[in-house]
């Protein structure tokens, strides 16, 4: 797999506390990033995915917003 380099900018103190957890782990920043990007895709897919099975549901109710879901769940 072809890599590229990244710069980001982090406050000191952050950075100092990502440091700090990557040393114990004994783990690099460049792991870590990866992991918390590979991590927060899979969130979004995972997010977007009942998202869509939600307004697919919605549709075969046939709510036309989502004001009329929440008030048909009673959350309203």
């Known amino acids: ?40 895709l899979s969130r979004r897919e995972t997010l977007s995915s009942i998202l869509d099975a939600g307004n697919k549901k919605g549709k075969s109710l046939k709510f036309k917003d989502e004001a009329a879901a929440m008030a048909a769940m009673s959350l309203k």
């Not at 114990?24 to 990033?33: C, G, I, L, N, P």
């Open 1 to 40: 797999m072809a890599t590229k380099t990244l710069n980001i900018a982090l406050d000191e103190r952050l950075l100092k506390k990502i440091d700090s957890v990557l040393k114990q782990e004994m783990a690099s920043r460049s792991e870590y990033f990866r992991r918390l990007t590979l991590a927060d």
